[in-house]
């Protein structure tokens, strides 16, 4: 995905590359009973089929995008590699985003999303006085 923003050359493959690649990993999680894991993955593997057959453009902001919810995967893998069971706090809003992304694509809105996401990143680093003060 990295290589995706060098330029067009060769993008398609590339992003074949990085399905197939979240494809696997989506199914060894449901084999492995890492259902967060799993279901974050498939909506990541849904956006990059988007990318695969052009509806949803390979900018910076998809890659950018892409490239966060995979930082929150890693994430996952290292609590299972600590002995936890790979969840992901707020994955629902995560998937609901990958979603959006596909539909504000095919309607040209992405920055209100962006927006969105970005908030929602800002109040999961929030500390938990903080996430009290934002739900009043």
Same mark, same amino acid.
């Given at each position: 995905?990295?290589?995706?923003?060098?330029?067009?050359?060769?993008?398609?493959?590339?992003? %074949?590359?990085?399905?197939?690649?979240?494809?696997?990993?989506?199914?060894? &999680?449901?084999?492995?009973?890492?259902?967060?894991?799993?279901?974050? @993955?498939?909506?990541?593997?849904?956006?990059?089929?988007?990318?695969?057959?052009?509806?949803?453009? &390979?900018?910076?902001?998809?890659?950018?995008?892409?490239?966060?919810?995979?930082?929150?995967?890693?994430?996952?893998?290292?609590?299972?590699?600590?002995?936890?069971?790979?969840?992901?706090?707020?994955?629902?809003?995560?998937?609901?985003?990958?979603?959006?992304?596909?539909?504000?694509?095919?309607?040209?809105?992405?920055?209100?999303?962006?927006?969105?996401?970005?908030?929602?990143?800002?109040?999961? @680093? %929030?500390? %938990?006085?903080?996430?009290?003060?934002?739900?009043?």
């Amino acid at each position: 995905l990295l290589s995706l923003s060098d330029g067009p050359d060769e993008a398609g493959e590339r992003i %074949a590359e990085a399905f197939r690649s979240i494809h696997s990993f989506k199914g060894n &999680c449901g084999f492995m009973g890492f259902a967060d894991l799993q279901s974050l @993955s498939h909506s990541l593997e849904a956006v990059l089929e988007s990318m695969k057959d052009d509806s949803t453009p &390979c900018d910076e902001n998809n890659i950018g995008l892409l490239l966060r919810i995979i930082d929150v995967l890693r994430e996952g893998v290292a609590e299972v590699s600590k002995g936890g069971k790979g969840e992901i706090q707020g994955y629902p809003v995560m998937i609901d985003l990958l979603k959006e992304t596909i539909v504000a694509m095919t309607m040209k809105c992405w920055k209100p999303l962006a927006r969105r996401f970005e908030r929602w990143i800002s109040f999961q @680093s %929030a500390s %938990a006085t903080q996430k009290r003060l934002c739900a009043r």
